[in-house]
């Protein structure tokens, strides 16, 4: 079995506060869990009104998949979300 670990460090455009900033985080973390069932965290700039990280994690005996599923959540994010990603990297354990 191996597990995808991705860090995904997101561009936030015209956000006036923090709690603009966290209606979009629970957005996009919510929308994640619920279509693919991960485990996501916001995991950095948690102050920051401009960026936002979240890590995610999933399982699959398939390397292949897990490489895909990973260029999957990084078009979801900057498509369907509208948002610009503007730093990612993953770890396959």
């Known amino acids: 079995m191996k597990v995808l670990l991705a860090t995904f460090q997101v561009e936030l455009i015209n956000i006036k506060s923090l709690k603009e900033k966290r209606s979009i985080v629970k957005k996009v973390s919510n929308e994640f869990r619920k279509k693919f069932n991960i485990a996501i965290i916001e995991s950095g700039f948690n102050d920051n009104k401009k960026i936002f990280q979240f890590t995610l994690s999933t399982l699959s005996n398939d390397v292949d998949y897990l490489l895909s599923f990973y260029e999957k959540m990084e078009d979801i994010i900057e498509y369907k979300f509208g948002l610009r ?8 354990l």
Do not use: G
Request: charged share 25%.
């Open 85 to 92: 990603v503007i730093n990612s990297d993953y770890e396959i």
